[in-house]
Nanobody, 116 residues
Framework: QVQLVESGGGLVQPGGSLRLSCAAS????????MGWYRQAPGKERELVAI?????????ADFVKGRFTISRDRDNAKNTVYLQMDSLIPEDTAVYYC????????WGQGTQVTVSS
């Protein structure tokens, strides 16, 4: 089993920034992918960004240039971050951390609200 603990969500004004963190523990393998999805009210869950163990990344088109995904250089820590800049109201959603190896494991979600 894999446990994921997320932190860093909250309320921010348009144009502001937030940094999400997700720490994975349990049955962790060195070769894996970690990332972030989000789900807004009435919408399906969608990919935000993902990073694999060799450092390769993939971003959704709607966040390119605004969000940056990274992970601890010491992969044993298995912590992934999402730096979110230039936030807009459309970024309001519950953000879920994903750990992928031999299946998908999800965090409990953290609310991000962008509003003035």
């Amino acid at each position: 089993q894999v446990q994921l603990v997320e932190s860093g969500g909250g309320l921010v004004q348009p144009g502001g920034s937030l940094r999400l963190s997700c720490a994975a523990s349990g049955r962790i393998f060195s070769t894996n992918a970690m990332g972030w999805y989000r789900q807004a009210p009435g919408k399906e869950r969608e990919l935000v960004a993902i990073i694999i163990s060799n450092g390769a990344t993939k971003y959704a088109d709607f966040v390119k240039g605004r969000f940056t995904i990274s992970r601890d250089r010491d992969n044993a820590k298995n912590t992934v971050y999402l730096q979110m800049d230039s936030l807009i109201p459309e970024d309001t959603a519950v953000y879920y951390c994903l750990y992928r190896w031999g299946g998908d494991y999800w965090g409990q979600g953290t609310q991000v609200t962008v509003s003035s």
